[in-house]
């Protein structure tokens, strides 16, 4: 059954300046990397996941998202980000993209042990 996009919730966003995660803290998931960050425009400072994958080409990707679902906030830190490349918020299933063709989250780039939101 093809997906329905209206379901899914958007977990893009863009950045205007980089901005530098802190908090840094590796999981026991090869793919998941739990940190903290300030998104525009809050001053508040945000719990937030990292997504990783290898690129067909060989590369390393990351991507992040706040830690809390954006439909109603439940914590979505411990769901798993499927092979489609949404993780599924264990409250009430909603999709949320993160390296799906429908959207993507903040594009991180990795430098040395640094993480940073980078301008899109
Ligand atoms: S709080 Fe995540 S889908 Fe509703």
Request: with cysteine; glycine share 4%.
């Amino acid at each position: 059954m093809p997906l329905n996009i209206k379901a899914y919730f958007p977990a893009g966003g863009q950045t205007h300046e980089e901005i530098e995660m802190t908090d840094i803290c590796y999981t026991d998931r090869a793919d998941v990397i739990f940190a903290r960050a300030i998104l525009p425009p809050s001053k508040l400072v945000k719990e937030m996941v990292i997504y990783y994958q290898k690129l067909p080409n060989g590369k390393d990707e990351y991507r992040t998202i706040s830690a809390k679902c954006p439909h109603q906030g439940a914590d979505i830190s411990q769901d798993e980000l499927k092979a489609d490349g949404n993780v599924y918020c264990s409250l009430h299933r909603r999709p949320i993209c993160i390296f799906s063709e429908y959207n993507y989250a903040y594009l991180v780039e990795k430098r040395e042990d640094k993480f940073f939101i980078v301008k899109t």
